[in-house]
């Protein structure tokens, strides 16, 4: 019977859908050149990309990953570990990293620790058993488990968001430590004396206790045999409410306090605000100053004075490290070091 009289159509055989030879003959090149378009796109020009790009769109092809990473022994994805999802500095960082490494055709596996080292370590073995061919990190502070299966997985590893002289790999960051004792010498400089280091420092916040510590280290050096002003909280959350509760706290614990260091912009924010209401005035009373430079602080009145980390620049910077080192590329840096800025404004 044929067609017309009524027979069956014969059916395309299950799961064999569009090929890359369908792609190739919409888009008027080889199979070759969509190979490269799609696994190594910065080595196709923009206009083939570009027909390519819309020949997939037009014949609906998908791309089979699965064959093509044990073809090449490369999965074209990349892991990133970072501690929290609610920080928008850290959600800053991923964005610009993510925005290098997919201009050159990876995609990204995310991984939220929580600030707990054992949850990195589990989410460090789970991200591997992926195969990504690098790994990001936020942070310097590691288990012993997850440092072995870091240098174990013979794939390159950045750590970020700080800075100490022998990482695991490859490091892009900035000294916690220098930008702390940089803002101590800054307000006593102006006349503080009775400076109070304020904030949230969770277990595992390895960079939140580098400030603290080196909080404690500068003033014990500007003021030898005086106890430094410390006040800590492990329980609470990073909101502006936490800021007005740790000014109370440091009030009602060292009412002679004339300046407060806080963690977080987010901390210094809520205690900015939380003056106005007990009619403490800043900075003539109490000079106030944060940590990260947050857009909220320049729009404060009075303006918060803070430290200025680069946080897109850390992203960039760590995505085109990474993307070096997956391409063997002998000439790119290890150690990156980004610095900090003081922003003098008008708390403190």
Not at 23 to 35: K, N, P
Not at 218 to 236: A, D, L, N, Q, W
Request: proline residues 4%; aromatic residues 6%.
């Amino acid at each position: 019977m044929t067609e017309e009289s009524g027979s069956p159509r014969k059916r395309r055989r299950k799961g064999s859908g569009v090929t890359m030879a369908d792609v190739a003959a919409a888009a008027g090149v080889s199979m070759q050149t969509v190979s490269r378009a799609l696994r190594f796109p910065e080595t196709v020009t923009p206009e083939r990309r570009k027909a390519i790009q819309e020949a997939i769109e037009k014949t609906h092809y998908v791309h089979n990953l699965a064959a093509s990473h044990l073809a090449s022994h490369k999965s074209n994805t990349v892991a990133a570990v970072i501690p929290t999802l609610s920080a928008s500095v850290f959600a800053e960082t991923i964005q610009h990293f993510s925005g290098v490494l997919h201009e050159a055709g990876y995609q990204i596996f995310l991984g939220n620790t929580d600030y707990r080292l054992e949850r990195e370590e589990e989410i460090i073995r789970s991200l591997l058993g992926r195969r990504p061919d690098g790994i990001f990190i936020i942070g310097t502070h590691h288990s012993r488990g997850s440092i072995s299966l870091l240098r174990r997985a013979g794939i390159p590893v950045v750590e970020g968001w700080d800075f100490i002289k022998k990482p695991i790999d490859r490091i892009v960051g900035f000294s916690n430590a220098d930008a702390i004792t940089a803002m101590v010498q800054h307000l006593v400089a102006s006349g503080r004396r009775y400076i109070v280091f304020a904030g949230v420092v969770r277990k595992g916040d390895s960079r939140a206790a580098a400030r603290r510590a080196a909080f404690k280290a500068e003033m014990e050096k500007i003021f030898p045999g005086e106890k430094p002003r410390i006040v800590i909280s492990t329980e609470m959350s990073v909101e502006m409410k936490s800021g007005v509760e740790l000014l109370r706290r440091a009030l009602a614990r060292y009412p002679e306090a004339d300046a407060m260091m806080f963690t977080s912009d987010i901390l210094a924010s809520g205690a900015l605000l939380g003056t106005q209401r007990i009619g403490i005035t800043v900075p003539q009373r109490l000079a106030i100053t944060g940590f990260g430079d947050f857009e909220l602080a320049r729009h404060l009145l009075p303006s918060l004075t803070t430290v200025a980390v680069p946080s897109a620049e850390i992203g960039r910077r760590a995505g085109q490290l990474l993307l070096g080192a997956m391409r063997d590329d002998v000439s790119s840096e290890n150690i990156i070091d980004v610095g900090f800025k003081l922003m003098i404004r008008e708390s403190g």
